[in-house]
């Protein structure tokens, strides 16, 4: 049997598919939400799930949490005497999963699907499956959420054609995905989301006020007095909960050692106060959503239905503004903390062939865009660090696609292919994937052709395959768990240290500016409207590197308008989307 598993941000299930459609599996407590938490007791042993949750309370330094948002980084936290990275920690909530599956089953369970956050690249895909097997999973497919939380709606209605949005917010993590349903299909349009958003910063969010109040800054109290925060945060989590259903909660104020004595100081919070400190937070929300409209080439208006996956979005606030942007209100008729597991269930089950299931045709998006590293020529010279998009971000997978490259020098005979994924125009702000050099082209004039072909399946696996048009001659390469990528620390550096070589022109403060917003802009744009942007930066930048100061300027004021359009248009509430 396969199982499906919603490996959570907050918290994690468990799911299995009946005759009668699927089902939650409950863990050692009988509950269906097994806590993402991980900790070591005083004794040495391993705490996973709600007990670990109770232990955090007061033991904060033996607890790790949220180490999701952490999958596919150098990043690791020190729990009594062990170093876990968040692979570590993630196989040992999979390991207990498993654990109660097999329990409630009465069966060795060996395989599973499991979902992680559409925007999560692929490395920290790449991460969740080591996870998986690290816990003794073969993981048979690594699932978008929201394509999960579709394939759970897909199953159990039978409207007509119809555009769908799923808006999955999370406790740690926020994704939009657009899908099509027609004829027993379900077509992923396109996705978008946030890895470090999530039901966790509104919590912090509260907390935060409420110790502002009492003159304390959260991030030094956390060093300073981790008990308190550890037990303010959980009267907070409770404080949000009640917001969602009433006007106002009241937050009791632990004492330094964390306790919670009859007497303890209590705070009123009021929803509209609550709502209030927190809609900077909810606003990130419109980013992606844009975006996934965009690549989809949608409005608003076109949204036939949309679909509230995610624990988050119980909060009153986040159900009134989606009802607002797409003015309907929005679906919400299985739990949105279940139904990723359900839909896993249900992709292990097509996975298993199960006869109890129709004919359900789903596809899928690639997360990000993937490409290589060119060279541009400005002003006769060539100009390293150019990402050039193979496959671009929302292309449904699995899919094959190539572009021709060329050399760059008379008489070269190899080439450097490294690999990027990303949505910047410059390879130091995109992910670093891999890199491998072809041999034997033949000797001639620059220009020599070299068909680079992107290969991308339903796990995010990467295979790149170099032919040299001449010879017909092919290097493969495959992107495996072990290709390095930069850290944000390690891409921030880079950055500063490419800006410290900028001169000239480019250093002009108007030019740099325009230059910053135009690679803003680049990455929020819809993909179908990066081309005329693209242009428009290249021709910026040619002027640029020529000295032509009449032509600088002409370009930087054409490019200027184009921007300013852009974000007027942005900004206007019945055009964002």
Excluded at 149 to 167: F, L, N, Q, S
Excluded at 258 to 285: C, H, M, N, Y
Excluded at 383 to 399: A, D, S
Excluded at 554 to 570: C, I, V
Aim: glycine share 8%; charged share 30%.
């Amino acid at each position: 049997m396969i199982i499906g598993i919603d490996l959570g941000t907050t918290n994690s299930l468990a799911a299995y598919l009946t005759a009668d459609g699927p089902r939650l599996i409950p863990n050692a407590l009988g509950e269906v939400l097994t806590p993402s938490m991980v900790g070591i007791d005083l004794d040495g042993q391993v705490l996973v799930g709600r007990g670990a949750r109770e232990f955090q309370v007061l033991h904060p330094d033996r607890c790790a949490a949220t180490f999701k948002r952490n999958m596919g980084a150098e990043w690791s936290t020190q729990l009594a005497d062990k170093t876990l990275t968040a692979v570590e920690l993630s196989s040992l909530v999979l390991k207990s999963l498993k654990a109660d599956a097999e329990a409630y089953l009465k069966q060795p369970i060996t395989e599973a699907v499991i979902t992680v956050p559409a925007y999560f690249n692929e490395l920290q895909r790449k991460a969740t499956m080591r996870a998986g097997k690290m816990a003794g999973l073969d993981v048979r497919r690594i699932l978008n959420e929201p394509t999960a939380a579709a394939i759970a709606y897909g199953v159990h209605e039978t409207d007509d054609e119809k555009i769908i949005v799923i808006y999955d917010l999370g406790g740690g993590t926020f994704d939009v995905s657009v899908l099509e349903r027609y004829e027993g299909t379900l077509e992923i349009r396109a996705s978008a989301g946030e890895i470090f958003l999530g039901g966790e910063d509104f919590t912090n969010t509260l907390a935060a006020r409420i110790l502002e109040q009492r003159g304390l800054v959260f991030e030094r109290a956390e060093i300073e007095q981790p008990l308190l925060v550890s037990r303010l945060r959980r009267e907070c989590e409770l404080a949000k909960r009640q917001l969602s259903r009433g006007e106002d909660a009241v937050v009791r104020i632990p004492t330094k050692t964390g306790d919670l004595p009859d007497d303890a100081p209590r705070i009123t919070v009021k929803r509209e106060e609550f709502e209030r400190w927190t809609e900077p937070i909810l606003s990130q929300t419109d980013g992606p959503l844009r975006r996934a409209l965009g690549d989809a080439r949608l409005k608003r208006q076109d949204v036939d239905e949309v679909i509230l996956v995610g624990g988050a979005t119980r909060m009153r606030a986040v159900k009134e503004r989606v009802a607002r942007l797409f003015e309907k209100e929005p679906r919400c008729s299985l739990n949105p903390e279940e139904v990723v597991a359900l839909g896993a269930a249900i992709q292990a089950g097509l996975i298993a062939r199960d006869a109890t299931l129709e004919d359900l045709v789903v596809t899928d998006v690639a997360p990000f865009t993937l490409g290589v590293e060119v060279t541009h020529q400005f002003g006769g010279e060539n100009r390293e660090g150019y990402f050039l998009p193979i496959i671009n971000r929302n292309t449904t997978i699995p899919v094959s696609r190539s572009k021709v490259v060329g050399t760059v020098r008379p008489n070269q005979t190899t080439i450097q292919v490294s690999l990027y994924q990303g949505e910047n125009r410059r390879v130091e702000g995109n992910l670093f994937l891999g890199e491998f050099e072809v041999e034997g082209i033949p000797r001639g004039p620059a220009g020599e052709s070299i068909e680079i072909r992107f290969t991308y399946d339903l796990n995010g696996v990467l295979e790149v395959d170099a032919t040299i048009v001449a010879t017909k001659k092919r290097v493969s390469f495959v992107v495996t768990k072990y290709a390095k990528g930069l850290s944000d620390r390690e891409i921030a550096k880079a950055i500063l240290q490419m800006q410290a070589l900028k001169t000239h022109p480019r250093d002009e403060t108007a030019n740099r500016y325009v230059l910053r917003w135009a690679e803003r802009v680049y990455r929020e744009l819809p993909l179908h409207e990066r081309q005329f942007l693209e242009r428009l930066i290249c021709g910026f930048e040619e002027a640029m590197e020529l000295h032509d100061q009449a032509a600088t300027e002409a370009n930087r004021e054409e490019l200027e308008r184009f921007l300013k359009q852009l974000d007027d248009g942005f900004e206007n509430s019945d055009e964002s989307f």
